[in-house]
């Protein structure tokens, strides 16, 4: 997909007046309008920011010859952070659907597909994920790895070491050991899981209190009513050995009794473990009481956890009827105004992509924070919310030079054609300009037939998926015209063919060219 604008290949240039979220700029004292954004120029020189000043402030310092990019006030971005993919169970929504759309049919259908695993099939759909990340001007993202079994213990890990590996200094890559609550009831277990992660450079996890069930009594599986506390304090004492981070799928329900996070906050201060624990999901949150919230807000604070809110699927999952007869009655989000007024570090992620947790996305942080904004409120102001998909999941993961502009930063942009949050949060700027260490990137993304080779499954699974040119030869008759998809570029370029041919034919008409006929 071809930019808005064209930028030099030079490696020192100047990006002039562009429109840039102030709770991005690191160390910035200027002006900053009603919605948190600031006008600035920015100096690129050998792939990393040299200066930044308030538009205009540039003119002194721009030498004659000098290469400058004119935006125009168009919004300009660090690259984003997503904190929360499920990469691995990516792109399997078709052949092991969900059929009720529920968290527990969910469970369902995705354990039904696990025996479709193999490296290839899942590091190909891991690898096609990235890539779509990538191309949307994503620099790093963590990825939850469905560890349940030896089999996608062993599956997952290889394939996450192989494609971290393959896509260093492009996509910083983290990968996050997913088992339920119960499974550390099992201490060898726990402990070989500790040591998988630890050899891996992973980030230790659990589900806690992440059923439809969640909070309840009869959910052994992830509330563990008898003995949570005390697996509580065997991940946190596993985590200190090995020094791991924490990564916790939290209140994935709309249940008052489900207060996972409480917990965990409470084993965080208790372990000293504050500013390693990231919980996700949170949803049970907002069907709390007042008081119940602010106590767990206040825990929450102390503890130095970062909430990551799913809106997209969340949304889509929660207060679904199974049979799809009633509109659901909440948004199933997190309390995520509340959070960001109690000092609780918020970030927003995307989730599931095209599985059984959520059959649509594409890893498109900028379609997250949209639809984010809308379904949570999160503008009038604007101010900081931006930080939510750059910055604060920069710094969960520990990466402190991503998610930020600033003098010495690598030069990682994403640059767009809208000036205003109205413009930017109203189209889905597919002409963006992502820029890596100061060079446009060519952003293609990969085209869902290289799924194809994919394991198929069951009659509503892909039933073309991998279907030779012989094969419809012998289905259909000699005479039948067969048409077949055609590239992007191939598209373009037809495009292109057409236009010349209409042109050409109104000036054989008319004798006028189309300017001189308007």
């Known amino acids: 997909m071809k930019g808005f604008m064209e930028f030099p290949s030079e490696e020192h240039y100047w990006l002039l007046d562009a429109t840039v979220p102030a709770s991005c700029l690191v160390d910035w004292n200027g002006p900053v309008d009603a919605d948190g954004l600031s006008r600035v120029d920015i100096e690129v020189k050998g792939g990393r920011i040299e200066s930044l000043m308030g538009t205009g402030d540039a003119r002194e310092h721009v030498e004659e010859g000098a290469h400058v990019v004119y935006l125009d006030g168009s919004i300009c971005w660090p690259t984003m952070v997503d904190l929360h993919t499920h990469i691995d169970k990516s792109h399997t929504y078709e052949r092991s659907r969900n059929l009720t759309g529920t ?40 990825t939850h790895l469905i560890n349940l079994s030896e089999k996608q213990k062993d599956l997952t890990w290889r394939a996450f070491s192989n494609l971290r590996s393959k896509w260093a200094g492009k996509v910083e890559i983290q990968g996050v050991a997913l088992v339920v609550l119960s499974y550390f009831r099992d201490m060898d277990a726990g402990r070989c899981l500790a040591e998988t992660v630890k050899k891996n450079g992973g980030v230790l996890g659990a589900a806690v209190c992440c059923s439809e069930k969640g909070g309840l009594e009869d959910d052994e599986w992830t509330t563990c009513p008898g003995d949570r506390e005390e697996l509580l304090d065997r991940i946190f004492k596993l985590a200190k050995e090995f020094d791991l981070d924490l990564d916790f799928h939290t209140d994935e329900n709309g249940n008052e009794e489900s207060k996972g996070l409480r917990d965990i906050c409470k084993k965080s201060i208790q372990h000293n473990y504050q500013g390693r624990v990231v919980c996700g999901h949170c949803c049970s949150l907002s069907r709390q009481s007042p008081e119940d919230l602010e106590q767990t807000l206040q825990l929450a604070a102390k503890a130095g956890v970062t909430v990551v809110s799913l809106p997209l699927v969340n949304e889509w999952l929660q207060d679904r009827s199974t049979n799809g007869t009633r509109t659901p009655r909440w948004r199933g989000v997190t309390a995520l105004l509340e959070l960001r007024q109690a000092g609780v570090k918020t970030a927003l992620a995307s989730d599931n992509t095209r599985d059984q947790f959520y059959a649509y996305g594409d890893l498109d942080m900028l379609d997250v924070y949209t639809q984010s904004v809308r379904i949570g409120h999160l503008d009038c102001p604007h101010t900081d919310w931006p930080c939510s998909v750059t910055s604060v999941p920069a710094d969960a993961m520990h990466l402190n030079d991503h998610g930020r502009i600033g003098v010495g930063l690598g030069a990682d942009l994403v640059v767009f054609r809208a000036r205003k949050y109205s ?44 279907r030779k040119n012989q094969d419809l030869k012998a289905i259909t008759k000699p005479s039948t015209k067969i048409w077949f998809p055609i590239s992007q570029r191939e598209e373009m370029l037809r495009m292109v063919f057409v236009g010349l041919i209409c042109i050409l034919g109104a000036v054989t008409l008319t004798g006028k060219t189309p300017m001189e006929q308007a």
């Not at 695993?117 to 899942?122: A, H, S």
């Not at 109203?426 to 994919?454: E, F, M």
């Open 423 to 466: 413009e930017l949060l109203s189209r889905p700027q597919h002409d963006r300009v992502v820029v890596r260490d100061g060079v446009p990137i060519p952003r293609y993304l990969p085209c869902y037939q290289t799924l194809d080779s994919c394991k198929p499954a069951g009659p509503i699974g892909p039933a073309r998926y991998g």
């Open 103 to 142: 968290l527990s049919g969910a469970d369902t259908s995705t354990a039904r597909d696990s025996n479709f695993w193999d490296l290839e099939d899942v590091q190909r759909r891991m690898d096609f994920s990235i890539q779509c990340a990538y191309a949307h001007g994503t620099s790093a993202l963590r």
